[in-house]
């Protein structure tokens, strides 16, 4: 399944990404392939996530990367990796790079900063790095052996993305999230690379995660945007949003912060990866368009022969109703007009499309099964109806909500 990036391959191998920046001196012009290249020949090439490093690294080694600093998330059904590479500096080709594997029962996170510190070698089933990941450093002087200082490999090559408090905010928000008695500080410059849940953690709780935008928090953009209603009493305003513009956001004098889920998402993927399952089935996409905090997320299998004709179609030139992204976009940008009240109408549709999904997954995946089992052909036919099913019966849904959301507050747009 290929997108603006590719997102998993047909042995459940998926990809995340998030840009993380680099020195500017490491950036090389003498490499071709760049960042959305890299993760599409490593998907074309890889069954695992150990597989898709090597990968990366003989590619990177005979044709030069050419991008900024990037995370790749890369999931198997059996391991999860995190990748982050930078270039090896101008006119040169190659890549530096470190991995470090995320524990079987723990979680991580990327938010655009660097994460990967002090990197143990002699221990290859948490760690990996490019053959030059010590040398390249003393050669630019980044750090040196003789100086006794132990190396960290995101000081080293992208020292500046630890200061960015909108990196470590979000960083310290999921950490808190899905451990919160770890009582981790907001303010801190560095988190655990990985930590272990308080309990078990479900595609619905990571989507509530995407969807963050630091309520109950100090960092809560919103918390002071409060009005007296009609009876009196006092209450947030019902045109209090946290995806303020920035001439808003000084109208209110408000510090804007970097949530988590963010209105300038184009598509946000959630992907399953389970070895119990042939890949055609455990193998699962929940793919949503535009914010996370008002598009409902629906399941695609990796089985599917076929997108359906609405998700295929590039919208961002031009407004056409035969574009998906375009019905959930149109509600996203309709809900801040009054944000408190319609975010609520919004949220009752797409819960009752995401619960129906979750709720129905185990009895399909059990029909599936059982017809792969006899015709593996016909399995990936009702796969591709299944996820199309489901998919256009939420375009259909949000192409009707923006017009009741027209209807509905007109009178106060």
């Given at each position: 399944l290929n997108a603006a990036y590719p997102i998993m391959n047909e042995h459940q191998l998926a990809i995340g990404e998030t840009t993380i920046g680099s020195r500017r001196e490491l950036v090389s012009d003498a490499g071709i392939i760049d960042a959305?290249?890299?993760?599409?020949?490593?998907?074309?090439?890889?069954?695992?996530?150990?597989?898709?490093?090597?990968?990366?690294?003989?590619?990177?080694?005979?044709?030069?990367?050419?991008?900024w600093g990037e995370c790749f998330t890369f999931a198997d059904p059996k391991e999860v990796w995190h990748f982050e590479i930078h270039g090896p500096g101008k006119g040169k080709t190659g890549a530096v790079w470190a991995a470090q594997r995320v524990p079987d029962d723990e979680i991580g996170v990327s938010a655009n900063a660097?994460?990967?510190?002090?990197?143990?070698?002699?221990?290859?089933?948490?760690?990996?790095?490019?053959?030059?990941?010590?040398?390249?450093?003393?050669?630019?002087?980044?750090?040196?052996?003789?100086?006794?200082?132990?190396?960290?490999?995101?000081?080293?090559?992208?020292?500046d993305s630890r200061n960015s408090i909108y990196c470590r905010r979000r960083e310290w928000r999921v950490l808190s999230l899905l451990a919160p008695s770890l009582r981790l500080h907001p303010e801190s410059e560095n988190y655990p690379f990985s930590v272990k849940p308080d309990k078990k953690v479900s595609v619905a709780d990571v989507l509530a995660i995407f969807r963050d935008t630091y309520g109950g928090t100090d960092y809560d953009m919103t918390r002071t945007l409060m009005a007296v209603n009609r009876k009196g009493e006092l209450i947030k305003s019902p045109v209090a949003t946290p995806f303020m513009n920035a001439d808003t956001l000084a109208l209110f004098r408000i510090k804007r912060e970097r949530t988590i889920c963010s209105p300038a998402a184009t598509y946000l993927q959630i992907t399953q990866s389970r070895e119990w399952l042939p890949g055609p089935i455990g193998g699962i996409v929940w793919l949503g368009y535009?914010?996370?905090?008002?598009?409902?997320?629906?399941?695609?299998?990796?089985?599917?022969?076929?997108?359906?004709?609405?998700?295929?179609?590039?919208?961002?030139?031009?407004?056409s109703r035969d574009c998906a992204w375009w019905a959930?976009?149109?509600?996203?940008?309709?809900?801040?007009?009054?944000?408190?009240?319609?975010?609520?109408?919004?949220?009752?549709?797409?819960?009752?499309?995401?619960?129906?999904?979750?709720?129905?997954?185990?009895?399909?995946?059990?029909?599936?099964?059982?017809l792969w089992k006899k015709d593996p052909n016909k399995a990936r036919e009702l796969l591709t109806s299944y996820s199309h099913g489901l998919a256009n019966e939420a375009v259909a849904a949000y192409w009707k909500l923006g017009e009741d959301l027209w209807l509905k507050y007109s009178g106060v747009f």
């Open positions: 959305p290249e890299l993760y599409r020949l490593v998907l074309e090439r890889a069954r695992t996530a150990r597989e898709a490093i090597r990968v990366a690294d003989e590619l990177t080694k005979a044709y030069g990367y050419n991008d660097g994460r990967i510190r002090r990197i143990d070698l002699s221990k290859p089933d948490f760690f990996m790095a490019s053959a030059n990941v010590f040398a390249l450093a003393e050669e630019m002087g980044y750090w040196s052996e003789a100086g006794g200082e132990p190396f960290e490999f995101c000081y080293a090559y992208n020292p535009d914010n996370p905090a008002t598009t409902p997320h629906v399941p695609f299998y990796i089985g599917i022969s076929e997108m359906p004709a609405s998700y295929m179609v590039d919208g961002r030139r031009a407004f959930f976009r149109t509600v996203s940008r309709l809900a801040n007009f009054r944000y408190q009240v319609m975010s609520q109408d919004i949220a009752a549709v797409w819960k009752a499309i995401e619960d129906k999904a979750f709720a129905g997954q185990g009895t399909f995946e059990e029909q599936a099964l059982a």
